[in-house]
């Protein structure tokens, strides 16, 4: 019998230095790493190899997007992630993504994360004007509806049921934007280190987040997927055919990035 996938350990407790040595990291980039399941957070650092190697592929894809360099943070963490901070704009890749992954594999993740990082402003801007039309909607129907019924119980009937299945829809709206977020990123991932790479970094997650779970599985764990429409990440099949739908070696700006980008990655979201 093949020996069970040996998981590198993240330290378990959390081990920021203070503030004068960590570069100032803010507390809300501390809180959403926690948030993530990091143990410990500390800015890049040119002296360690493998985030030496991270510095200079962002400073590289920054120069192909014609973006400002954001801040990179390093967090401890078993499992392979990274993301783009929406309200700090700090971008934080995780020790065990950088273990795992080929130089061209982590660029497309650089990439894919920047195109979260320079949509986010607009992406909470679109989602809060949405939103607020969408209640002030609700509202309105839900008061004209209240003011037809006469009897007591079907005003509280209607309030109920009506708040909850908004709520419902509100999260449900909410997942898909973020699933076709994702088709939008990996799309500028593949822009900036070829499509090839983008899938072949995919692959490599999907492939470890299934060592993962069967290492959990092992210590009896279970894990229960999500039904898609509740997921905030789409399913790597669907992700690598909207790659493949979309091939893309190289792009000359961020410009034309961005408008690849939104034209197609929503059709596929649905
Ligand atoms: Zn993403």
Redesign the pocket.
């Given at each position: 019998m093949p020996a069970a996938p040996v998981i590198k350990t993240a330290p378990t407790h959390w081990n920021i230095p203070p503030k004068e040595q960590s570069g100032n990291i803010e507390l809300r980039d501390r809180n959403t790493a926690r948030a993530k399941g990091a143990t410990a957070l500390w800015v890049a650092r040119p002296t360690e190899p493998k985030e030496r190697e991270l510095i200079k592929i962002l400073h590289e894809t920054c120069a192909q997007m014609q973006i400002p360099i954001p801040k990179l943070l390093i967090y401890a963490s078993s499992k392979p992630n990274a993301?783009s901070a929406t309200y700090t704009g700090s971008l934080m890749f995780g020790t065990n993504l950088l273990d795992i992954m080929t130089h061209d594999e982590v660029k497309a993740i650089m990439g894919?994360?920047l195109t979260?990082h320079i949509n986010r402003k607009q992406d909470f801007i679109h989602d809060f004007i949405e939103g607020s039309v969408l209640l002030a909607g609700y509202l309105l129907i839900r008061d004209q509806l209240s003011k037809l019924a006469t009897k007591p119980w079907v005003k509280t009937t209607i309030k109920i049921v009506g708040d909850t299945a908004a709520m419902i829809g509100d999260i449900a709206l909410t997942l898909w934007h973020k699933r076709a977020?994702?088709y939008r990123?990996d799309l500028g991932g593949a822009q900036v280190a070829g499509t090839e790479a983008m899938i072949s970094g995919l692959n490599t997650l999907e492939h470890r987040i299934r060592e993962i779970q069967q290492q959990e599985k092992h210590q009896g764990k279970k894990h229960r997927p999500l039904p898609a429409f509740l997921r905030d990440?789409p399913d790597n099949r669907h992700r690598i055919a909207n790659l493949i739908a979309h091939p893309s070696s190289s792009f000359a700006n961020k410009h034309q990035m961005e408008s690849a980008a939104n034209v197609s990655a929503p059709a596929i979201a649905r």
């Open positions: 993301f894919h994360e979260h977020r994702e990123s990440h």
